[in-house]
C-alpha cells in the first residue's frame, strides 16, 4: 500500500485499526445469511460483525495509546482512559442495515479528536478498498490521491446526499417537507445509507452537498475533518461550525453549502422563533 509522505504516526495506527475492521467485515459479508442481528430499537439494527469490529479497532487503539479516551457506537466510553485529552471517535460498520441486506455501501470511521477537536480522520470502504484519510492541516486523500470538493457553484447542477428518518420519534413530516425544497432544486438527491461514506464523497467531490438530522458524533467525526481538509464546508442547518453533538449535519463545497443553508437553516433546532413558527404553519397547511 502506497503511504502518504510524512504520515502521522497516530493516522497510520487508524488505518490499520479500520483496515483490520475491514477485514472482519468482508470475511463476514461472504455469508451475510448467517450473521447474527439484534434490534437496538425500531430499524435500528446491530450485528456480531459490528461488534467484532469494534472491538479489534479498540484493540489496536489502545495497543498503540493505551493512555487514550475511547468513544465508539457500539460500547460508548467503557474502553480506554476517561480524561484523556485524546478521544478516539469509532464507527465499527456505519451502514449496518446495507450491510445486513448485502446492499454494498457501509464503511468503518475512525476519528481522533485532541481537547475536542477532531484532528485525525479515517474513513475505510471495504467493498472497493477505498481509504479516505485527513490530518488536520495536512489535507485530505483518496488512497494515495490528493482529494478536493468539486467546484459546482449552482445547486441546480448539484448532486446532494441525506438520509431518511428511520427511528420512532423522527419528524417524518417535517423530513419530507425538507425533500420538497432540496429535490426541484437539485440536478438529483441521493440516500445511500452511510453517512461517513456520504461525508467522504463530498470531500471527493463525488457529490456536492449533504443534509442530515439525528446524526451521532461518529457517524460526522471523520467525515468532517475530510471535507474541511478537503477545501469544504460542514456544519449544522443554520452554519455554526461547532455542530458534533447537535444531531444536525450539513456539508458542501462553500457555494454549494450557502445554498443549502438559505433552504434548510429553518429547519434547524436553532432556527428563530418566527422561522419555526412560519415552518409550522407551512406544514401544517
Not at 457501509?106 to 476519528?111: D, E, N
Not at 427511528?167 to 437539485?186: E, I
Amino acid at each position: 500500500m502506497p503511504t502518504i509522505p510524512n504520515q502521522h504516526p497516530m493516522l497510520n495506527v487508524a488505518i490499520k485499526a479500520a483496515r483490520a475492521a475491514g477485514a472482519v467485515i468482508n470475511r463476514a459479508a461472504f455469508d451475510v445469511e448467517t450473521v447474527r442481528v439484534s434490534q437496538k430499537g425500531l430499524n435500528d439494527f446491530v450485528t456480531e460483525v459490528d461488534q467484532a469490529a469494534e472491538r479489534v479497532i479498540i484493540e489496536t487503539l489502545l495497543t498503540a495509546y493505551p493512555g487514550h479516551g475511547i468513544l465508539a457506537e457500539e460500547s460508548g466510553s467503557e474502553h480506554g482512559a476517561p480524561d484523556s485529552e485524546f478521544v478516539w471517535i469509532i464507527d465499527p460498520l456505519d451502514g449496518t442495515t446495507n450491510f445486513i441486506h448485502g446492499f454494498p455501501v457501509y464503511c468503518v470511521s475512525i476519528a481522533l479528536a485532541v481537547r475536542g477537536k477532531v484532528e485525525q480522520a479515517v474513513v475505510f470502504d471495504p467493498n472497493r478498498n477505498d481509504l479516505f484519510t485527513a490530518t488536520k492541516g495536512r489535507g485530505a486523500f483518496l488512497n494515495d490521491r490528493r482529494i478536493r470538493v468539486s467546484k459546482r457553484t449552482h445547486l441546480k447542477d448539484a448532486l446532494v446526499s441525506t438520509g431518511f428518518p428511520y427511528r420512532a420519534g423522527d419528524d417524518m413530516q417535517q423530513y419530507l417537507q425538507m425533500m420538497g425544497d432540496v429535490m426541484p432544486r437539485t440536478a438529483g438527491l441521493r440516500r445511500p445509507g452511510a453517512a461517513a461514506l456520504d461525508l467522504a464523497y463530498i470531500a471527493a467531490g463525488y457529490a456536492d452537498g449533504f443534509f442530515e438530522k439525528g446524526l451521532q458524533p461518529w457517524d460526522v467525526a471523520a467525515g468532517a475533518l475530510l471535507i474541511t481538509e478537503a477545501g469544504g464546508l460542514v456544519g449544522n442547518f443554520t452554519g455554526e461550525a461547532d455542530f458534533l453533538d447537535q444531531q444536525e449535519c450539513l456539508a458542501g463545497n462553500p457555494r454549494i453549502y450557502g445554498q443549502l443553508i438559505t433552504l434548510l437553516g429553518k429547519y434547524s433546532k436553532f432556527a428563530s422563533a418566527g422561522e419555526k413558527a412560519a415552518l409550522r404553519q407551512k406544514i401544517e397547511n
